[in-house]
T-cell receptor, first 112, second 115 residues
């Protein structure tokens, strides 16, 4: 069964303290892995798409990487405004072209 | 670009009544839209795929007679929760994309509370 597991469930950082979020997946054929940011009471906001192992994408303090079994979202020198839930989702080969399987997310809190 | 608008953002209704939620693609046409449901601290669960001009495709375990989906135009899909019960209380989110290989963009969700 296709599965997406994110860890940790929650993470508390001090401002400037870099860390990484993990997304492990098992799918029959990965077509794409997506990272989203979700603020409380809001819909997810698209961050990155990764398609193949070894691929990396960056945006401001965020960097996403992908291997054959997992993806990492690295946060460098985070600020309080980076506090949010970060969601990982995979699109598998046999599903509809936009059918995504989501992980439960990592709730990040960055304190000044 | 790729803005998805959802309305209302919050709704409270009484048990037994029906509630309609609208999802619009503001700056693009979407032949397909997706409806998700999210429980607190849980994954987004795909409920159904809304297809313009045809019937929606429901995920296993989702009652199609309870969650009516209509996709009457290329920019509008609606989800109607019929005969709502307290267990239907949840966060409903719609999404769409601009093309086959583009990411999904989400609306801001609708918080439904059934009393």
């Amino acid at each position: 069964e296709d599965q997406v597991t994110q860890s940790p469930e929650a993470l508390r950082l001090q401002e400037g303290e870099s860390s990484s979020l993990n997304c492990s997946y098992t799918v029959s054929g990965l077509r794409g892995l997506f990272w989203y940011r979700q603020d409380p009471g809001k819909g997810p906001e698209f961050l990155f798409t990764l398609y193949s192992a070894g691929e990396e994408k960056e945006k401001e303090r965020l960097k996403a990487t992908l291997t054959k079994k997992e993806s990492f979202l690295h946060i460098t020198a985070p600020k309080p405004e980076d506090s949010a839930t970060y969601l990982c989702a995979v699109q598998e080969g046999s599903g509809g072209y936009n059918k995504l399987i989501f992980g439960a997310g990592t709730r990040l809190a960055v304190h000044p | 670009g790729a803005v998805v608008s959802q309305h209302p953002s919050r709704v409270i209704c009484k048990s037994g009544t029906s509630v309609k939620i609208e999802c619009r693609s503001l700056d693009f046409q979407a032949t397909t839209m997706f409806w998700y449901r999210q429980f607190p601290k849980k994954s987004l669960m795909l409920m159904a795929t809304s297809n313009e001009g045809s019937k929606a495709t429901y995920e296993q375990g989702v009652e199609k007679d309870k969650f009516l989906i209509n996709h009457a135009s290329l920019t509008l899909s609606t989800l109607t929760v019929t005969s709502a019960h307290p267990e239907d209380s949840s966060f409903y989110i719609c999404s769409a994309n601009t093309g086959h290989n583009s990411p999904l963009h989400f609306g801001n969700g609708t918080r439904l509370t059934v009393t």
